[in-house]
């Protein structure tokens, strides 16, 4: 086909994503002008269906948005009444007291919460406020205006054949179209990664870090319940390995959040992130946490570790990224649902004073001026230093420095001024013949579990007969560059099996089941030769997360 006809519905803000950042961008448009056409555009089966979250949420972005959210019912119920960190060993833990942790790192008045159910209730706040919220609807491609600027963005197409053309059976879906366009797709969105290329928005900034983000929720022995209570873990089974760590979080309903956090710069192609997971759950302390119970979810998903440095330019003509679509989370907090709702709500204000001022699809620079000066910023810069001393500096003298580094920057100043990432993460992997393989226990089927029996607690479904939504630039790559070279790592970075190299009498082949993906995108990250390209799958495929 060689022209593409489409139906096209004319907003003032189209919004890619129902997660905080969208939904408190469209909720902020609604505040501030009850008669803005809003439009929210979500690929997840159901607001929240995608959503998955370290789940300890600093509420003051939903204090500015929604300062009654308590009155309203938001499903913030169990506060944080414990916090507690500890470096394990192979065999024991030493906890690190909280006293000369900086203020920042503590977790009072905070909330244990579902991400995905917190984002439901909070579509729920949009759409009484007149927010149409249609789920189900990748934005599979942006819609530029005459002058390059993003004026909207396609969305429903449905049926497309096997190798991605379009056949009889095929929905071209519509444009919709807005006078601004906020891309708040989380990690690594496919829109936003084109903006980025396209406008150049990362020169002149630190490249983007990443790391992985594991998570099963488990019911627990109720005799080990504790309701509130917070650990870190850093330390085993990653070692020298890897950067990274674990999260406990009780919440109510004797479930516990059970997550591990592998930071994607690590050496070694031989590391299996998944399996570092695995092994974690069978330390001492945990084991004995989750003996007697039982593994009810689990996820996966990228989490943006760049930080303060990393975040590229926010606008282009036409276009505003929001929350992890530029990367806001707070690493050694692990949190970074405040600032996405941060900005979205500064995002909101920037595209009404533009409106009621009569311009459409020009930057919105007093959008990235908030974020960079203001609570957003504020947040981000005090803790700029503490992955790449990490990186550089390992796991104790990053403690040591980090700390100290986070102490005074809470007043105002650092003594080292702002460090650098360096590589990128798929940069970071050296060839495999510089490393030694790693002999991983095999999983026991109670505590831990091989990759496919978990994918099935992710409820992913992905239609069999429509294009792969990983693409390969080459696929020769991975046998004839990637496996001899690094031992291919794709079979073991990726949390859901997807990637395999299978022995026939054609010699190794590289087999991509795209129905296994959870939407990590880590293969889009951490690939070597940079191979692979995440692109959103039709709507509502993916992951189904009840409460995660």
């Known amino acids: 086909m060689a022209e593409i006809e489409r139906e096209a519905m004319e907003y003032d803000v189209v919004i890619v994503g129902a997660g905080p950042a969208g939904l408190s961008a469209a909720i902020r448009l609604k505040q501030l002008d009850a008669d803005l056409n809003v439009v929210v555009l979500e690929k997840g089966s159901e607001v929240g269906a995608h959503i998955l979250s370290g789940a300890v949420l600093d509420p003051c972005g939903l204090d500015a948005l929604i300062p009654d959210w308590k009155e309203k019912g938001a499903p913030l119920n169990v506060p944080v009444k414990e916090d507690n960190f500890y470096v394990l060993g192979e065999a024991g833990q030493i906890r690190v007291p909280n006293w000369?942790?900086?203020?920042?790192?503590?977790?009072?008045?905070?909330?244990?919460?579902?991400?995905?159910?917190?984002?439901?209730?909070?579509?729920?706040?949009?759409?009484?406020?007149?927010?149409?919220?249609?789920?189900?609807?990748?934005?599979?491609?942006?819609?530029?205006?005459?002058?390059?600027?993003?004026?909207?963005?396609?969305?429903?197409?449905?049926?497309?054949?096997?190798?991605?053309?379009?056949?009889?059976?095929?929905?071209?879906?519509?444009?919709?179209?807005?006078?601004?366009?906020?891309?708040?797709?989380?990690?690594?969105?496919?829109?936003?990664?084109?903006?980025?290329?396209?406008?150049?928005?990362?020169?002149?900034?630190e490249p983007q870090k990443f790391g992985i983000g594991m998570k099963e929720i488990w019911e627990i022995d109720p005799a080990k319940h504790r309701e509130g209570t917070v650990t870190h873990t850093m330390g085993w089974p990653l070692g020298g390995n890897a950067g990274g760590g674990s999260f406990i979080y009780h919440l109510d309903n004797n479930q516990v959040y059970v997550g591990f956090v592998v930071h994607l710069n690590y050496k070694n192609p031989h590391l299996f992130p998944y399996m570092e997971f695995q092994q974690f759950k069978h330390h001492p302390m945990v084991a004995e946490l989750l003996k007697g119970g039982k593994r009810v979810a689990y996820g996966a998903r990228a989490i943006t570790e760049g930080g303060y440095q990393s975040m590229p330019k926010m606008v282009a003509p036409g276009v505003a990224l929001l929350g992890c679509s530029v990367g806001m989370v707070n690493v050694p907090r692990i949190k970074g649902?405040?600032?996405?709702?941060?900005?979205?709500?500064?995002?909101?204000?920037?595209?009404?004073?533009?409106?009621?001022?009569?311009?459409?699809?020009?930057?919105?620079?007093?959008?990235?001026?908030?974020?960079?000066?203001?609570?957003i910023g504020k947040d981000l810069k005090k803790v700029r230093n503490v992955k790449p001393m990490w990186s550089k500096w390992g796991l104790v003298p990053s403690l040591a420095l980090g700390g100290l580094d986070m102490w005074t920057n809470t007043l105002g100043f650092s003594l080292f001024g702002t460090l650098g990432?360096?590589?990128?993460?798929?940069?970071?992997?050296?060839?495999?013949?510089?490393?030694?393989?790693?002999?991983?226990?095999?999983?026991?089927?109670?505590?831990?579990?091989?990759?496919?029996?978990?994918?099935?607690?992710?409820?992913t479904n992905h239609e069999e007969s429509q294009p792969c939504h990983l693409r390969l630039s080459d696929p020769d790559v991975p046998v004839k560059v990637n496996l001899p070279k690094y031992a291919e790592p794709a079979q073991r970075y990726c949390p859901a099996g997807v990637y395999e190299v299978v022995e026939d009498d054609g010699g190794p082949r590289f087999v991509v089941n795209f129905q296994n993906c959870v939407h990590c995108k880590t293969c889009d990250i951490k690939d070597p030769s940079q191979n692979i390209t995440w692109v959103t799958p039709q709507g509502g495929d993916g992951p189904n997360y009840p409460n995660m």
């Open 100 to 205: 000369p942790m900086p203020p920042l790192m503590n977790n009072h008045g905070n909330y244990i919460v579902s991400m995905a159910n917190v984002c439901r209730w909070m579509a729920e706040q949009a759409e009484e406020l007149g927010v149409e919220i249609f789920p189900g609807m990748s934005c599979s491609e942006l819609v530029y205006g005459d002058n390059g600027e993003v004026k909207g963005v396609v969305a429903g197409v449905f049926g497309l054949e096997a190798d991605g053309s379009y056949g009889p059976n095929t929905e071209p879906g519509m444009e919709l179209h807005g006078k601004y366009v906020f891309l708040s797709e989380g990690v690594r969105g496919s829109l936003a990664k084109e903006v980025i290329a396209k406008y150049d928005l990362q020169k002149g900034k």
């Open 337 to 375: 649902n405040h600032n996405a709702m941060l900005s979205g709500k500064a995002a909101a204000e920037a595209a009404y004073d533009a409106i009621q001022a009569g311009r459409q699809s020009d930057e919105l620079s007093d959008y990235e001026t908030e974020v960079r000066t203001g609570a």
């Open 421 to 459: 990432h360096g590589k990128t993460d798929a940069a970071a992997t050296e060839e495999a013949s510089k490393h030694k393989p790693i002999d991983y226990p095999k999983p026991d089927g109670t505590i831990s579990f091989d990759r496919l029996t978990n994918v099935s607690f992710a409820a």
